[in-house]
């Protein structure tokens, strides 16, 4: 008998399929942590508490008058998940545009594009208080982490600038008291690779303990490419880091913290399309084709990052108030060359490598210092208060590397170096007025300074210049930022709160970093700021046996930064629109019918639209005379008000469940979750036939059997068990560099079908 060649694929995915069909469906998220049982009631459990830090102190999410999305670290790790762009799915109103080791992330429509590489970014992440404003900052610590918290709206009062449209807290797992371990490895039968964790942590003396963990992934890609038979992108990546917390008192808590992170993706997601919509029809394949010695740059297509981030955090009992001191540092160091997809929209590949006749390449260079302090004062008084100071400094280098063969006969390499140095300081507080038991009164008020100097410079390393050449350029900013906010909650029950937020943000302004003949008066472009307005509630009922949050909100952009790609320029516009607005509600329900069974269901509706953008990049449907990128009198009279926002479907969310039985001496968990999208556009120049994706549903799903202790387990974990393909980015590719005019598009990942093990001790 002939085994089919994906015969293990057929068995898991049937597995799974069949564990989801023994219970209810609905979403997947962790149930509680504890038992958490009412004497008065015959429940034997809750959904339990998750404790946030949202607003600088530890406090119940349901006490938080913010929306937030929190994702405990076991959820992550259940459904091995290692990146940003794996969790989008699991957070309404989040997007994470696929771009190699710099993961750009958009919140309620907003986020800075990929094609100005230097761009701060409008959602900044922070890992264990450390700020990081650029995507490739903290792409290795998906892993061993207590929790993750998504912020929406703005969040300049406590977090400070780049925080425009929202913020992620990313918490490491802090060393314990007793000693512990676990060891966990697991094979993925799509992408034929494996992972392993191991993690140790326990007391080294009676104040110092310690936690070392080190993660390893050594997985092959979805996509084949048909040159060399290699399924791209393959996935190599080696973690680790140590945590030490030193406790020689009740008032003195220092966590040292040291990771490092070597993440390497071979090989590319690009795959071609067809511009023609009659030939056209969404449905991307499972092939690309990538020839040696791309457009005779001599390297190997590879996104890759090293990273060292280090931290100390300090909780220092003075009286009844709380002084914490943080200090970090962030180093990475990119290597990444592009190249493209070479199959002609007939499915053929042109002869001689006409469709490998340009790459890019844009290594990074990056370091950071900064410092926090802050003082908290007791809680259970009228005023509550947190203030501290800040102070940032960093060092950037962005080189591009243009490699072309034979484009308009011109054969060779060109570069542009980009140099930044910046350094910013703020000084901020927040006080909560408790009028009543029932009413407060939250406000908060930030003032930051941010001081950038840069310089760009750009040559011809060999042969003929296929970019005109200007002379190199240098520029300076210096700005100063107000970020007020103000809340109003009210808690109509112990139970049940609602609150109004009024709070703005901010993003500081830049300089244009990887465009060839860049003009002088267009090297900087200004900040931009946000205004959001919200209404929220948040309730749980039945003793925790059922919870539903609420947020309408309406968010206003001023000077919104844009960056968008002229395919027949080669150039990139880097620019400020007017305004911008996105409004909607987010709906996060939470329910536990049986003591066993945990229902989950977050949905989001969107509507983010440019409200005023003149000079905006010329539309793929519009004819010369509505606009030309030639002309500059054009451009300056073109305006794309009433246009959607990139990257903004108008809903999306998640239904899942997570059932929980036993089974003799052992415990049987199940789990599914159905993430959806409506379309959405995910090209510049808004293509209505390829620059649109479709909407989609992806349905992932998780059985694990495991001893009562805890001691082992054993999981079956799917992801996109229905195989969507879908695309994170799309472009024209000119026919000017290109033997056969096309798409380009970058596909998210497709079905993983992963076997784990893990042993706790």
Same mark, same amino acid.
């Given at each position: 008998?002939?085994?089919?060649? /994906?015969?293990?694929?057929?068995?898991?995915?049937?597995?799974?399929?069949?564990?989801?069909?023994?219970?209810?469906?609905?979403?997947?998220?962790?149930?509680?942590?504890?038992?958490?049982?009412?004497?008065?009631?015959?429940?034997?459990?809750?959904?339990?508490?998750?404790?946030?830090?949202?607003?600088?102190?530890?406090?119940?999410?349901?006490?938080?008058?913010?929306?937030?999305?929190?994702?405990?670290?076991?959820?992550?790790?259940?459904?091995?998940?290692?990146?940003?762009?794996?969790?989008?799915?699991?957070?309404?109103?989040?997007?994470?545009?696929?771009?190699?080791?710099?993961?750009?992330?958009?919140?309620?429509?907003?986020?800075?594009?990929?094609?100005?590489?230097?761009?701060?970014?409008?959602?900044?992440?922070?890992?264990?208080?450390?700020?990081?404003?650029?995507?490739?900052?903290?792409?290795?610590?998906?892993? *061993?982490?207590?929790?993750?918290?998504?912020?929406?709206?703005?969040?300049?009062?406590?977090?400070?600038?780049?925080?425009?449209?929202?913020?992620?807290?990313?918490?490491?797992?802090?060393?314990?008291?007793?000693?512990?371990?676990?060891?966990?490895?697991?094979?993925?039968?799509?992408?034929?690779?494996?992972?392993?964790?191991?993690?140790?942590?326990?007391?080294?003396?009676?104040?110092?303990?310690?936690?070392?963990?080190?993660?390893?992934?050594?997985?092959?890609?979805?996509?084949?490419?048909?040159?060399?038979?290699?399924?791209?992108?393959?996935?190599?990546?080696?973690? +680790? @880091?140590?945590?030490?917390?030193?406790?020689?008192?009740?008032?003195?808590?220092?966590?040292?913290?040291?990771?490092?992170?070597?993440?390497?993706?071979?090989?590319?997601?690009?795959?071609?399309?067809?511009?023609?919509?009659?030939?056209?029809?969404?449905?991307?394949?499972?092939?690309?084709?990538?020839?040696?010695?791309?457009?005779?740059?001599?390297?190997?297509?590879?996104?890759?990052?090293?990273?060292?981030?280090?931290?100390?955090? +300090? *909780?220092?009992?003075?009286?009844?108030?709380?002084?914490?001191?943080?200090?970090?540092?962030?180093?990475?160091?990119?290597?990444?060359?592009?190249?493209?997809?070479?199959?002609?929209?007939?499915?053929?590949?042109?002869?001689?490598?006409?469709?490998?006749?340009?790459? /890019?390449?844009?290594?990074? *260079?990056?370091?950071?210092?900064?410092?926090?302090?802050?003082?908290?004062?007791?809680?259970?008084?009228?005023?509550?208060?947190?203030?501290?100071?800040?102070?940032?400094?960093?060092?950037?280098?962005?080189?591009?590397?243009?490699?072309?063969?034979?484009?308009?006969?011109?054969?060779?390499?060109?570069?542009?170096?980009?140099?930044?140095?910046?350094?910013?300081?703020?000084?901020?507080?927040?006080?909560?007025?408790?009028? &009543?038991?029932?009413?407060?009164?939250?406000?908060?008020?930030?003032? &930051?300074?941010?001081?950038?100097?840069?310089?760009?410079?750009?040559?011809?390393?060999?042969?003929?210049?296929?970019?005109?050449?200007?002379?190199?350029?240098?520029?300076?900013?210096?700005?100063?930022?107000?970020?007020?906010?103000?809340?109003?909650?009210?808690?109509?029950?112990?139970?049940?709160?609602?609150?109004?937020?009024?709070?703005?943000?901010?993003?500081?302004?830049?300089?244009?970093?990887?465009?060839?003949?860049?003009?002088?008066?267009?090297?900087?472009?200004?900040?931009? @700021?946000?205004? /959001?307005?919200?209404?929220?509630?948040?309730?749980?009922?039945?003793?925790?046996?059922?919870?539903?949050?609420?947020?309408?909100?309406?968010?206003?952009?001023?000077?919104?930064?844009?960056?968008?790609?002229?395919?027949?320029?080669?150039?990139?516009?880097?620019?400020?629109?007017?305004? +911008?607005?996105?409004?909607?509600?987010?709906?996060?329900?939470?329910?536990?019918?049986?003591?066993?069974?945990?229902?989950?269901?977050?949905?989001?509706?969107?509507?983010?639209?440019?409200?005023?953008?003149?000079?905006?990049?010329?539309?793929?449907?519009?004819?010369?005379?509505?606009?030309?990128?030639?002309?500059?009198?054009?451009?300056?009279?073109?305006?794309?008000?009433?246009?959607?926002?990139?990257? +903004?479907?108008?809903?999306?969310?998640?239904?899942?469940?997570?059932?929980?039985?036993?089974?003799?001496?052992?415990?049987?968990?199940?789990?599914?979750?159905?993430?959806?999208?409506?379309?959405?556009?995910?090209?510049?120049?808004? &293509?209505?036939?390829?620059?649109?994706?479709?909407?989609?549903?992806?349905?992932?799903?998780?059985?694990?059997?495991?001893?009562?202790?805890?001691?082992?387990?054993?999981?079956?974990?799917?992801? /996109?068990?229905?195989?969507?393909?879908?695309?994170?980015?799309?472009?024209?590719?000119?026919?000017?560099?290109?033997?056969?005019?096309?798409?380009?598009?970058?596909?998210?990942?497709?079905?993983?079908?992963?076997?784990?093990?893990?042993?706790?001790?």
């Amino acid at each position: 008998m002939r085994i089919p060649a /994906n015969f293990s694929t057929m068995v898991s995915s049937l597995a799974l399929a069949s564990a989801i069909m023994v219970s209810p469906t609905a979403m997947a998220q962790d149930s509680a942590d504890g038992n958490g049982a009412d004497p008065s009631t015959d429940r034997q459990r809750s959904m339990g508490v998750i404790v946030v830090t949202a607003q600088k102190r530890e406090q119940k999410l349901q006490d938080v008058p913010v929306s937030i999305t929190a994702v405990r670290g076991a959820t992550l790790e259940a459904l091995q998940i290692s990146d940003l762009r794996s969790i989008q799915s699991y957070v309404p109103n989040m997007a994470v545009l696929n771009s190699g080791v710099n993961p750009v992330v958009f919140i309620r429509g907003f986020g800075s594009g990929p094609n100005n590489v230097a761009f701060d970014q409008e959602v900044s992440v922070y890992l264990d208080g450390i700020y990081g404003g650029r995507g490739a900052q903290f792409s290795a610590p998906f892993f *061993d982490l207590e929790r993750m918290e998504v912020l929406r709206g703005p969040q300049g009062a406590l977090f400070g600038r780049n925080t425009a449209a929202g913020a992620i807290s990313l918490i490491s797992k802090r060393p314990t008291d007793t000693f512990e371990g676990h060891v966990s490895a697991g094979y993925d039968f799509e992408r034929n690779g494996y992972n392993a964790t191991g993690v140790v942590s326990g007391p080294v003396t009676d104040t110092l303990s310690m936690r070392l963990a080190g993660k390893i992934t050594r997985q092959d890609g979805y996509i084949k490419n048909l040159y060399n038979g290699e399924d791209d992108p393959q996935l190599r990546d080696t973690m +680790a @880091r140590l945590t030490l917390r030193w406790q020689p008192s009740s008032d003195v808590d220092v966590v040292f913290k040291n990771e490092y992170g070597d993440h390497l993706i071979e090989g590319g997601v690009t795959v071609s399309g067809s511009l023609d919509e009659d030939v056209y029809d969404g449905d991307f394949g499972d092939e690309r084709y990538i020839s040696d010695n791309y457009a005779g740059a001599g390297l190997d297509e590879e996104s890759g990052i090293e990273t060292w981030n280090s931290a100390i955090n +300090a *909780d220092i009992g003075i009286g009844e108030h709380t002084l914490t001191l943080i200090s970090g540092y962030s180093h990475f160091e990119t290597t990444r060359f592009t190249a493209y997809d070479e199959v002609a929209p007939d499915g053929t590949v042109p002869a001689n490598g006409g469709n490998a006749r340009f790459g /890019n390449g844009f290594p990074e *260079d990056f370091d950071q210092w900064s410092v926090e302090a802050r003082v908290a004062s007791p809680l259970g008084q009228f005023l509550e208060y947190i203030v501290g100071v800040y102070y940032d400094t960093s060092d950037y280098h962005l080189h591009q590397d243009s490699y072309y063969r034979d484009v308009f006969t011109l054969t060779g390499h060109q570069s542009t170096d980009f140099f930044q140095d910046s350094s910013s300081w703020s000084a901020y507080g927040q006080g909560t007025f408790n009028f &009543s038991p029932e009413l407060k009164l939250i406000t908060g008020l930030r003032y &930051s300074q941010t001081d950038k100097d840069a310089e760009f410079s750009q040559y011809t390393v060999s042969g003929s210049p296929l970019n005109p050449i200007g002379p190199g350029t240098s520029g300076s900013l210096s700005e100063n930022y107000l970020d007020p906010s103000a809340t109003v909650q009210y808690d109509i029950t112990p139970d049940t709160m609602v609150y109004a937020t009024a709070a703005r943000g901010s993003k500081s302004g830049g300089f244009v970093s990887n465009t060839y003949n860049v003009a002088p008066d267009g090297f900087k472009f200004a900040p931009e @700021r946000s205004t /959001n307005y919200e209404l929220g509630l948040k309730s749980t009922f039945g003793d925790g046996l059922a919870s539903v949050n609420l947020a309408i909100f309406r968010m206003d952009f001023e000077d919104l930064q844009q960056s968008a790609y002229d395919p027949d320029r080669r150039t990139f516009f880097t620019r400020n629109a007017a305004e +911008a607005r996105s409004e909607g509600v987010e709906l996060e329900v939470e329910l536990l019918p049986t003591d066993n069974l945990t229902l989950n269901a977050n949905v989001a509706y969107l509507d983010a639209k440019f409200r005023d953008y003149p000079g905006a990049p010329c539309l793929t449907a519009e004819t010369l005379a509505e606009c030309d990128s030639s002309d500059a009198n054009s451009l300056a009279a073109h305006n794309i008000a009433g246009t959607p926002l990139l990257f +903004a479907p108008k809903w999306s969310g998640n239904i899942g469940f997570h059932h929980q039985m036993d089974v003799q001496q052992f415990r049987l968990t199940t789990s599914a979750n159905a993430q959806f999208r409506s379309k959405y556009f995910v090209a510049d120049g808004y &293509s209505p036939v390829w620059g649109v994706q479709d909407g989609w549903t992806k349905i992932d799903a998780r059985v694990e059997l495991a001893t009562q202790d805890d001691r082992w387990s054993v999981a079956l974990v799917g992801r /996109n068990l229905t195989d969507e393909h879908t695309r994170g980015a799309s472009l024209r590719f000119p026919g000017s560099i290109t033997d056969t005019t096309r798409t380009l598009n970058w596909m998210d990942e497709y079905r993983s079908v992963s076997l784990v093990g893990t042993r706790r001790f």
